[in-house]
């Protein structure tokens, strides 16, 4: 057992370690090229936070583990939402002004309730998997046309583009992607296997560990990020990380996973408990960013509360298991 907790730790911190790694070789790869600087903000550095869950969530459906899959993208939302967020808006109450932010909170609901529906059956098909890959796609269309309208007046894109990593060679760069990739697709098999050995040896399913252990494992980038941001006052930026994770965890990582196998069997906890529990926080968090004027507040009340959901939450899980 502490054997599979040391190659689960392992894997957690190479997961990281090696995101961030290809993240950085892609932005800079992509600035070297001449991308506009706010773009490869909006994309790469947004994709890269949610690398981990990305490849978790790909090995654990090709390995016929889909709770593990799905557990992981829905646990990673919760945990960002419920746990990320409040720790940030703890160390500095944000406020939020910029009209991307906006306009992307509605879409997350949408793409919150559609995730509902398609799991609804307690399965993702492959067409189901296309869609949302389709979506993302669009999203991220959406996403750049947005920052061309925006990118001289916007706050948020103004905080992304000075969080940018430093520029370094490309030949430098296109290492750095390739480390990456290798050690996320070996650190990834070595957390799926180390988890499922873990649930076994417990007793209990790929899920909960999913939706615990590893989904607050991979949202360890989040956190880092959104602790960095509260403490330099770029509110929009925390919120941003937050918000485009969730997004491309139910239309990247679930569609990615569901497109390249067929997700079937899941555990009728997943409507019942999970699912509930992710939009409950998605919400919350939509209610109270919206504010009652041109500059919404969360601060310490809003914190607490979504912290509380989480630990009721975290309550039923462990009742669950016991």
Known sequence: MLFNFAWVLIGISLLVWSADRLTDGAAAIANNLGVPPFIVGLTIIAVGSSAPE????????????????IGNA?????????????????????????????????LLLVFSALTAFFLYDLSLSRLEGFILVGLLILYIIWLIF????????????????????ETMPTPHAIIWVIVGLIVLMLSSDLLVDGATNIARAMGISDTII????????????????????????????????????????????????????PIKNLDPEIMS???????????????????????????????????????????????DIV
């Open 273 to 319: 408990r999970d699912i509930p529990t992710m939009l409950i926080v998605t919400v919350s968090m939509y209610l109270l960013a919206q504010g009652y004027g041109k500059r919404a507040h969360f601060g310490i009340r809003e914190s607490i509360a979504l912290l509380l959901v989480y630990l009721v939450y975290a309550v039923i899980l462990f009742t």
């Open 146 to 165: 947005s920052g061309f309208q925006n990118h001289n007046k916007d706050k948020l894109l103004t905080e992304m583009v000075g969080e940018l990593p």
């Open 210 to 261: 999913g939706l615990t252990i590893v989904a607050i494992g991979t949202s360890l980038p989040e956190l880092a990020a959104s602790i960095a941001g509260a403490l330099k006052k770029e509110h929009e930026m925390v919120l941003g990380n937050i918000i485009g994770s969730n997004i491309f965890n139910l239309l990247g990582v679930l569609g990615i996973a569901g497109s390249i196998t």
């Open 74 to 106: 829905i646990g990673s939302n919760i945990v960002n939402t419920s746990i990320v967020l409040p720790i940030a808006a703890l160390i500095s109450p944000l406020v939020i002004c910029s009209n991307i932010l906006r306009r992307e909170m509605p």
């Open 54 to 69: 990305l490849f978790i969530s790909t090995v654990a459906a090709i390995a016929g583990k889909p709770g593990l899959a």
